[in-house]
């Protein structure tokens, strides 16, 4: 199965939110089905990072932007991408966010933070990306404010069990 997180407005509303391309045939057809939106209706959601977790799950990790907050929303799927969760926004406040399944069964966030100390961030989660500790903070980098606010879009790989290589701007 292959999935595709994209974003946009509806015809009839204009607030953001996501949804997912889904093939199951390597990429010959595909399915346009809704992610995720802000359910109270306030919230544009959009940048998507998706992984699966060590239990078959799919998390979504999706950008929302100030004035609403910047707080990552997460949502879930246990049926390969066709049905999620109901968005719930996380403590974490950084966007966008990249997702990576370690190979210790944990999953790691890696994100842009966007105000002081500006750069990137990353937060480990120990239950396959339900639940996360903003207070456990990794920093990447931390001085980035002399070169704007447009920062992150960090991509994590595992080059060995423990090993980690995050690349941004």
């Known amino acids: ?28 057809t595909w399915w346009f089905l809704p992610l995720a939106a802000d359910p109270e209706g306030q919230v544009n959601l959009n940048e998507t990072a998706i992984a699966e977790n060590a239990n ?5 990790m999706m950008r929302s932007e100030p004035p609403e907050g910047g707080y990552l929303h997460l949502s879930i ?11 719930q926004r996380t403590d974490i406040w950084g966007y966008p966010a990249h997702l990576l399944q370690l190979a210790d ?5 890696s994100y842009g ?4 100390d500006m750069g990137v961030r990353a937060v480990i989660s120990a239950d ?6 903003p207070d456990d903070v990794i ?7 002399p070169y704007g606010s447009d920062l992150g879009y960090p991509i994590s790989v595992e080059i060995e069990p423990g ?3 995050t690349i941004y701007y």
């Not at 946009?8 to 390597?26: C, I, K, N």
């Not at 933070?113 to 002081?116: A, I």
């Not at 396959?128 to 500790?133: F, K, P, R, V, Y």
């Open 105 to 109: 069964g944990r999953m790691l966030c």
């Open 77 to 87: 799927s246990t049926d390969s991408g066709i049905t999620w969760s109901p968005a």
């Open 1 to 28: 199965t292959r999935l595709v997180a994209i974003y946009g407005a509806l015809q009839e509303d204009s607030l953001r939110r996501t949804f997912v391309l889904r093939s199951a045939d390597d990429g010959k």
């Open 56 to 60: 078959g799950e799919v998390i979504a």
């Open 113 to 116: 933070y966007r105000r002081d």
């Open 163 to 165: 090993k980690i290589f």
């Open 139 to 145: 920093i990447l980098r931390n001085d980035a404010a």
């Open 128 to 133: 396959g990306g339900h639940t996360w500790n």
